[in-house]
């Protein structure tokens, strides 16, 4: 039996020698690379934390002892070390989640999985358990230099800085990375104390001394290290930087030398206080294939061949994001006020062409979502059109800067919405299915939803000639399906995909969703009732068009991959209200739950969104027999374009495309 095999929970690592804990890591990386292979996932970012991991758990008791990992994808080890060695379903329905879940383990505590709160979290719990006299209990946070980039973590570390008497451990898990290389000022400065000539020629030449030694040279080595850490760190003033919050730092230490980073932490853990322990590790440690991968490391995959990395089972079919990526590049050769920002994704929402092509003209701002939009509508005033180019889940957090910052200036800015919708794999924090609600609030707003590639070029090229208000385009995660070819459009470009011969129902389909209803009214031509299938195209506002076709039907059916609460079907009835038209409207969307890891397919089965289904409830609606549109769903437990001159007018699950990797998650 191997020595993974041996561990069930934290405390069977405690016996464990030091050859032993390298004998362990060496397992644990190659059960990675042979199960993250088979399903996908986050294969770097795990590589590189797991003597890290395996020290954190040495010293400390969890769960009593609370860890918080930012964002979370960094978290298969912990899996591993606290009874989580099936992987054969990971991110799979019925499988271990991609990220730390509740519901599978008390030793997993934060599951929201966006970048940057983890120390936010840190500082609540650690000051309950100060409050509520759990002094003996530590909490210790997990969190990126990619994290640093965001504000949220600063404001934490303020207030960390204002109470310094917890039990509070911060590890930075420098590998000057997030998605892709780590960039601004932080960067530079952690990048500094990385490459230091004085700390690395006096490391390496330190370590070869006592290692020369022998193995009481080892251990004198092991014992100096702290003191020569300190030492080095006046050289490279390292510790400067976090002085003035008045929070202890150590470091920087080896994140691959489990002795090392037992030893940092014990004195972190007894020192009673807020600490700093800095580790410098390696994403995709390990694994050659990971690291010759300059793009991102072998962030996320598909599935791959364990042996040399390449995908299997890729389909070839353009994905959504490479549409828009070459789009983009296309609309900034023909208008040179386009510029495009991004906030530490540069390649998974599909800028890196623009910047390839244009350099001087794409931002990368970090992890920092608040201030991409709101630099957004600062460039908007200086005469440019910005491009803010993020995944659908991460557009919630910059939503009161899209309202006060975009909207209210009346700022022409296009926000490009990537995994829109049901994304699948990586479960309830990164399904993007707010954002139809969330947005459409915000006045003068306009929304599109293209429902193949032609559209999302033909409104792409619509929503960079907007100069006076927000426009937003959404798609979902995968591959494009075929183009979906209008019978006719109507003057304020509303497409009709069918025309039943009676008017008994009129389906309004919010992009992709245009497929499932051009089944349903299959189905539903051969019950004998007819059925005309409409894409608006811009969903917001609701075109006049579509309050006409309203009218002129028995049933309005509004279909979208959205939540269903304040989602495009409340939208549309309640412009019939207003408009005196009384014909009775169905929504369907996502329920107001949070949706669990599982396939696309899976999840929309689940809540009623297939062809089959819809049709049913809709041949006994027409024909009388009134039942719940909404089916009832099991919840997990616990876990013409708009003008600019007038504001009405209008590890994939098997996602594998034509790039090695999976689509990112952070």
Known sequence: MSLLEQIRGPRDLDALSTEELEVLAAEVRAFLVAEVSKTGGHLGPNLGVVETTIAIHRVFDSPRDAIVFDTGHQSYVHKMLTGRQDFSMLRQKGGLAGYPQRSESPHDVVESSHASSSLSWADGISRAFEMTGQTDRHVVAVVGDGALTGGMTWEALNNISDDNSRNLVIIVNDNGRSYAPTIGGMARYLNGVRTASKYQQLHQSSRRLFDHLGAPGRALYRGARGGLHGFLSRLTNNAALYANLDIKYVGPIDGHDVRAMEEALRQAKDYAAPVIVHAITEKGRGYEPALADVADQFHAVGQIDPETGEPIGSSGAPSWTGVFADEIVVQAENDPTIVGITAAMLRPTGLHKFAERFPSRVLDVGIAEQHAVTSAAGLAFGG???????????????????????????????????????????????????DLAILQVVPRIRLAAPRDAERLREELAEAVRVTDAPTVIRFPKGSVGPELVALRRTGDGVDVLREGESKDVLIVAVGTMATIALDVAELLAEQGIGCTVVDPRWVVPVPWSIIELSDAHRIVVTIEDGVRVGGIGTRIRQDLREAGVDTAVTELGLPDEFLEHATREQILERVGLTPTQIAEDLVAQVRGNKIPIARPVDSRPASAGPSSSHPDAAAPSADTGSTPFHPASR
């Open 384 to 434: 440019l059109h910005p491009v803010v180019a993020l995944y659908a889940t991460f557009v919630n957090r910059a939503f009161d800067q899209i309202l006060m910052d975009v909207g209210l200036h009346q700022a022409g800015v296009t926000f490009v919405l990537d995994r829109a919708g049901v994304t699948g794999p990586d479960g309830a924090s990164h399904h993007g299915m707010w």
